[in-house]
């Protein structure tokens, strides 16, 4: 189980949800318009291994300012240290997750193999 949301303090979102993840747990953070923005996710094994953040943090090639870290250890591990936000108690699962593309791109460059 991964913690899935945005973090943007300045703009006032907050907002996420506990969700199953075939991965690892996840999580990006950069400046966006003077904004200290977090986003978490459940990533690919892959896109973390690419970005050399496999249980660690890393920033990104081609963008020092984003740091990506991913982590499999516990539920809701890519909170770890975040005690601004609360985990809220995941809602029964009763169908399958969607499938999105997903992937890493700095400057129209992929960093990671893209995919599904």
Avoid: H
Avoid at 10 to 26: Q, S, T
Avoid at 28 to 34: D, K
Avoid at 92 to 98: C, K, L
């Amino acid at each position: 189980m991964c913690y899935v949301g945005i973090n943007a303090p300045k703009a006032g979102v907050n907002v996420g949800a506990e969700v199953p993840c075939n991965g690892m747990c996840a999580s990006l953070n950069a400046i966006v318009n003077g904004d200290n923005v977090t986003t978490f996710q459940c990533a690919p094994t892959s896109v973390c291994k690419a970005l050399v953040a496999y249980n660690n943090c890393s920033t990104l090639n081609g963008d020092r300012e984003v740091t990506g870290c991913c982590c499999d250890g516990f539920n809701a591990c890519n909170l770890a240290g975040r005690p601004d936000i609360v985990v809220p108690t995941p809602a029964p699962v009763s169908e399958y997750p969607i499938s999105c593309w997903t992937g890493v791109y700095v400057n129209n460059k992929p960093l990671s193999n893209p995919g599904y």
